[in-house]
């Protein structure tokens, strides 16, 4: 059974900074591609950042230059290193993998950006 579960979210002061991990069971981890979305209430879902099997990264314009995006798949786990954080960044963070067209997503972990 598949199961990816987030952690590390929580409240940071504007400026902040916070790392999210994301860690895998059940998956050949290596063999997908894995992102980031965030969800924030009432909205959309939209990709913070992507990191494909070969460890090529891609960022939304919001999160370049303060988001970086990793993975680790001898621990089977995918990290998002967030710094200089806004208001803006609140949101339910959700990791999400797939590989053709097999596609799983977490549960989501709860970045509160506020003084």
Not at 95 to 113: D, I, K, L, Y
Request: some cysteine; glycine content about 10%; aromatic content about 8%.
């Amino acid at each position: 059974q598949v199961q990816l579960v987030e952690s590390g979210g929580g409240l940071v002061q504007p400026g902040g900074s916070l790392q999210l991990s994301c860690e895998d069971s059940g998956l050949t981890f290596s063999a997908y591609n894995l992102a980031w979305y965030r969800q924030r209430p009432g909205e959309e879902r939209e990709l913070v950042a992507s990191i494909s099997m070969a460890h090529e990264t891609d960022y939304a314009s919001s999160a370049k230059g303060r988001f970086t995006i990793s993975r680790n798949n001898r621990k089977s786990t995918m990290y998002l290193q967030m710094t200089d954080l806004k208001p803006e960044d609140t949101a339910v963070y959700l990791c999400h993998a797939r590989r053709g067209s097999r596609a799983f997503w977490g549960q989501g972990t709860q970045v509160t950006v506020a003084l």
